[in-house]
Nanobody, 112 residues
Framework: QVQLVESGGGLVQPGGSLRLSCAAS????????MSWHRQAPGKQREFVAHITRTGTTSYTDSVKGRFTISRDNAKSTVYLQMNSLTPEDTAIYYC??????WGQGTQVTVSA
């Protein structure tokens, strides 16, 4: 059974930073693409970033240059470093493992 547990969300002022973490259970973490998604109030869930097993990354346009996804295979953890946050980044952030496994989400609120 695969479990994904996100942490690191919270309230931050515009221009601030947060680092989200997603710890995965199960074997072979290093073999899977991991991704972050987010869902803002009243909107559909959207892709934010992914990182493949080889370390190739991809980002949605709105976060390019501000967010960085990374992984530590020894800790079975994927991270999302978020800088220069804006109120438009307010959402619940979800971690996903290739194969359709989702975490429970962590709330990020950007507000003065």
């Amino acid at each position: 059974q695969v479990q994904l547990v996100e942490s690191g969300g919270g309230l931050v002022q515009p221009g601030g930073s947060l680092r989200l973490s997603c710890a995965a259970s199960g074997n072979l973490f290093s073999a899977y693409t991991m991704s972050w998604h987010r869902q803002a109030p009243g909107k559909q869930r959207e892709f934010v970033a992914h990182i493949t097993r080889t370390g190739t990354t991809s980002y949605t346009d709105s976060v390019k240059g501000r967010f960085t996804i990374s992984r530590d295979n020894a800790k079975s953890t994927v991270y999302l470093q978020m800088n220069s946050l804006t109120p438009e980044d307010t959402a619940i952030y979800y971690c996903r493992r290739e194969g359709g496994f989702w975490g429970q989400g962590t709330q990020v609120t950007v507000s003065a």
